[in-house]
């Protein structure tokens, strides 16, 4: 890059502390995104600041005190960001400058951003580390960057890295993590992505097409490109298809879900109950559209899930281990920003 060049790494966030205040403050801000709850504005406002926040706030404080002690005191989601962003720093040209931002939280967009109008740049490079795109992350993250953007007297030349869900090297980098496991050993594979409401899917389809009507499931649908459930199950059939499982050893499903709407299904919680009552007693699970372990990973997963499979007949469940800040997911970040 010959260009005085910034390269913006974003992700979701995570609170200051373990603190109840500082969860609220958090909650706050992410379901304020109108991304996020997509319900009428005044509504979200009177829900999220007088219903969800100060309810959830205190229950998310304790696992968020548990994420943060098995992280020594910081939020493993940003401790892996922040060795990410040293590790890519020596990887790229002198003229270039790593960054880490959080959509909600610290370190915040709006200080990130304000520091790169600051030192003046001939061209900023913005990578959302969400494999696969969907409204509520990619869509909002970029959203809120082009609003901040806005303010600038002189805006450069912007350049966005979309999803890669099924680029070669983001899938070798999961193939390194399973390595780790015997596939052999395991009466059942579980790949669970974040949830989203099905409206989000529906809202971001070119012809509005309901789930029900949709076979993403079964094979990937090219007129879909952007639709966050088609491109989770074709990860899946990537990552599976990489190392070797059977379709009948594996199954996609969706964790995380809020509220009583339909959410994508099938839901991990029901399914993993459901598998260890139908006698299975070993289960692997991956975390495809988590690129650092937190606490959707660690704690609902590892521990949540891993209870639940145990409390209806099963024995073991193991969670492979998120790319974090392994170098070869570094040079794959590498690798996405020089086009490759």
């Known amino acids: 890059m010959n260009k005085k060049t910034a390269i913006l790494l974003l992700n979701l966030g995570t609170p200051d502390s373990p603190k109840v205040k500082d969860v609220k403050e958090y909650l706050q801000e992410f379901l304020s995104d109108g991304r996020v709850l997509d319900i009428n504005p005044l509504g979200r406002l009177l829900?999220?600041?007088?219903?969800?926040?100060?309810?959830r706030a205190p229950k998310s404080a304790i696992e968020y005190e548990k994420l943060f002690k098995i992280g020594g005191g910081k939020s493993p989601l940003l401790a892996y960001g922040e060795t990410v962003q040293e590790k890519l720093q020596k990887l790229v040209e002198d003229n270039c400058h790593v960054k880490l931002a959080m959509r909600y939280g610290n370190p915040g967009m709006e200080d990130a951003i304000d520091e790169l109008e600051k030192e003046g740049f001939d061209k900023i490079v913005l990578l959302p580390l969400y494999p696969q795109y969907a409204s509520a992350t990619t869509?909002?993250?970029?959203?809120?960057?082009?609003?901040?953007?806005?303010?600038?007297?002189?805006?450069?030349e912007i350049e966005i890295i979309g999803q890669f869900y099924n680029n070669e090297n983001y899938i070798n980098n999961i193939e390194n993590r399973a390595s780790q496991f015997s596939l052999a050993e395991y009466d059942h594979i579980l790949f669970s992505y974040h949830g989203v409401p099905e409206?989000?899917?529906?809202?971001?389809?070119?012809?509005?097409?309901?789930?029900?009507?949709?076979?993403c499931n079964k094979h990937f649908i090219s007129t879909e490109?952007?639709?966050?459930?088609?491109?989770?199950?074709?990860?899946?059939?990537?990552?599976?298809?990489?190392?070797?499982?059977?379709?009948?050893?594996?199954t996609t499903v969706f964790q995380s879900r809020l509220g009583k709407d339909p959410w994508l299904s099938p839901y991990a919680d029901q399914t993993i109950k459901k598998l260890a009552q139908e006698g299975k007693k070993n289960i692997l699970v991956f975390s495809p559209a988590f690129v650092a372990d937190c606490l959707?990973?660690?704690?609902?997963?590892?521990?949540?899930?891993?209870?639940?499979f145990k409390e209806n007949g099963g024995e073991k469940l193991d969670l492979v281990p998120s790319l974090n800040d392994g170098d070869d997911w570094v040079k794959t970040i590498y690798s996405l920003i020089n086009g490759k």
């Open 225 to 250: 490109p952007q639709c966050y459930k088609n491109t989770c199950y074709e990860t899946t059939r990537l990552i599976a298809s990489k190392l070797k499982i059977e379709e009948s050893k594996f």
């Open 139 to 156: 869509g909002s993250t970029i959203e809120r960057a082009f609003q901040l953007f806005n303010y600038w007297q002189t805006i450069p």
């Open 296 to 308: 959707e990973t660690i704690l609902e997963i590892g521990e949540e899930y891993a209870h639940l």
């Open 199 to 215: 409206r989000h899917i529906i809202n971001g389809h070119t012809k509005k097409q309901s789930c029900s009507d949709c076979t």
């Open 47 to 55: 829900l999220v600041n007088f219903v969800i926040a100060p309810t």
